[in-house]
C-alpha cells in the first residue's frame, strides 16, 4: 500500500485538539494498515520523525432517523505520538 492510501484523514475531536501541545495526533487509516505500515506512512507524508503508533478499532453505531435504523461505519483509528525533537505536523498547527 501507499503512504496516501494507508492515512486516509485526520480525526478532529476535543480529546484529539488536547493532544496537539504534546505532539500526539489521531487518525483514520486503512483497516489493513499493521503500526509499522502507519509510522513509515506519517514520516513520509509530513515529514516528521514518529515515536510511537497506538492503534483501535472503532465499531460502528446504531442511527436512527425517524423509524429508519443504520449503522455508521466501522473505522481503525491511530494515535500517533512523534519524537521530542520532531517539528510539529503544519496542518493541525493551524487548529490549536
Same mark, same amino acid.
Given at each position: 500500500?501507499? #503512504? ?11 480529546k484529539g485538539?488536547d493532544g496537539? #501541545? ?42 436512527? /432517523?425517524?423509524?429508519?435504523?443504520? /449503522? ?5 483509528? #491511530? ?18
Amino acid at each position: 500500500m501507499r #503512504a496516501e492510501d494507508i492515512i486516509i484523514k485526520p480525526i478532529l475531536t476535543e480529546k484529539g485538539y488536547d493532544g496537539i #501541545a504534546s505532539k500526539k495526533y489521531s487518525f483514520q487509516v486503512a483497516k489493513g494498515a499493521n503500526k509499522t505500515e502507519i509510522k513509515l506512512a506519517v514520516e513520509k507524508l509530513f515529514g516528521v520523525k514518529v515515536d510511537s503508533v497506538n492503534t483501535s478499532n472503532v465499531r460502528g453505531k446504531l442511527k436512527r /432517523m425517524g423509524r429508519n435504523e443504520g /449503522m455508521t461505519p466501522s473505522y481503525k483509528k #491511530a494515535i500517533v505520538q512523534l519524537t521530542e525533537d520532531s517539528k510539529p505536523i503544519e496542518y493541525f498547527n493551524s487548529l490549536s
